[in-house]
Each structure stands twice: as structure tokens, then as C-alpha cells.
């Protein structure tokens, strides 16, 4: 046999005489409190980073996955304004980017066949 004893909490639910009537908050709509916009102005003088949420990013250009057995890789820098065009014609076209440079060297060998023997 255990000589261990259970232990007994009391409850602060066994007796009618609990008074909580002096307890109040201690800060209320009046107790002085400052007012949003200058907590606001406080924190953009100090530099404090903002907790609210970032505005949404740019949307991202859909990822081009086709299987068309090009395979080398071809970087080039141009203006934005370029690539921009670039990818207009594409998007146009529904052509993959391979196939729009394809096709643009097409046209400018075309064009310079044209004028080289339009000249001689």
C-alpha cells in the first residue's frame, strides 16, 4: 500500500464571496491614450517599418515549357524596350521565344539578300 496523499486544490468556484468589482482595466477610450494618427506619425519619423501588408508584386511573366528540340541556350542584353517587342510578337503569335527568333532572322535574311542584290 501507498502512503501518498492526493492532493486537494480549492476552487475559487466553492465559495459565494468572490468580489471582483474592483478590478477594472486600466487603460479605457479616456485614459489618454494617443490617437492613431499620431502613433502613425511618430513611427514614419522614426523609420519604423510598417506592419501591414506589402502590395501585391507585378505579375510575373507565364513560364514558356514547350519541347521543341531547341536546346542551346542564347543570351543576349538589349533594352527593355526590345524585349518587350520581343515578347509581344510572341504572345501574338502564340510562338514559343526559339521560334520568334527563328523567324526574325528569316525576315532580316530575306532582307538582306533583297538589298544586296537589288544593288549590284
Known amino acids: 500500500m501507498s502512503n501518498q496523499r492526493a ?7 466553492d465559495s459565494d464571496d468572490l468580489d471582483v468589482s474592483g ?6 477610450p479616456d485614459s489618454g491614450a494617443p490617437a492613431a494618427e ?14 501591414e501588408a ?5 505579375p510575373k511573366r507565364v513560364q514558356r515549357r514547350h519541347r521543341t528540340g531547341r536546346n542551346v541556350q542564347f543570351n543576349v542584353k538589349a533594352s527593355q524596350e526590345t524585349v518587350d517587342a520581343f515578347y509581344a510578337i510572341s504572345d501574338a503569335r502564340n510562338w514559343v521565344l526559339g521560334e520568334t527568333l527563328e523567324h526574325a532572322l528569316a525576315a532580316l535574311k530575306r ?10
Do not use: C, H, K, M
Open 54 to 58: 506589402a502590395p501585391p508584386p507585378p
Open 7 to 13: 492532493s486537494v486544490r480549492a476552487s475559487i468556484f
Open 38 to 51: 499620431q502613433v502613425r506619425a511618430v513611427a514614419e519619423a522614426a523609420n519604423f517599418r510598417s506592419r
Open 23 to 28: 478590478f477594472a482595466p486600466r487603460r479605457g
Open 111 to 120: 532582307e538582306l539578300a533583297s538589298t544586296t542584290t537589288g544593288s549590284t
